[in-house]
């Protein structure tokens, strides 16, 4: 397993940009973002995979871009126009695997999560 540090998160106000950093300590393969917000479950939120490929729940589609820099071992998440209902504690994951899948179970090493609050 490896080690994920996230930052980045914070209160923004509803139609604003937040930008999460997750730094790994060690090689990656498929990494994503998840998310959870009060009294629900953790949810999908993005993945990207070790040669670019993404993949984005409905519901972010548009708004948010996962990006990676393999030579840092570190993924971002570009989150623009922002909703309240994007107010969650995101949390970052890796995996061995090459495939990109939404089952969070799939993924072997978890961030400590980063709170992102939005204001209406």
């Known amino acids: 397993q490896v080690q994920l540090v996230e930052s980045g998160g914070g209160l923004v106000q509803a139609g604003g940009s937040l930008r999460l950093s997750c730094a790994a300590s060690?090689?990656?393969?498929?990494m994503g973002w998840f998310r959870q917000a009060p009294g629900k479950e953790r949810e999908f939120v993005a993945a990207?995979?070790?040669?670019?490929?993404?993949d984005y729940t409905d519901s972010v589609k548009g708004r948010f871009t996962i990006s990676r820099d393999n030579a840092k071992n570190t993924v971002y998440v570009q989150m623009d126009n922002l909703k309240p209902e994007d107010t969650a504690v995101y949390y970052c994951?890796?995996?061995?695997?090459?495939?990109?899948?939404?089952?969070?179970?799939?993924?072997?090493?978890w961030g400590q999560g980063t709170q992102v609050t939005v204001s209406s």
């Open positions: 994951a890796a995996r061995l695997g090459i495939s990109l899948t939404r089952e969070g179970r799939a993924f072997n090493s």
């Open positions: 060690g090689r990656t393969f498929t």
């Open positions: 990207i995979s070790w040669s670019g490929n993404t």
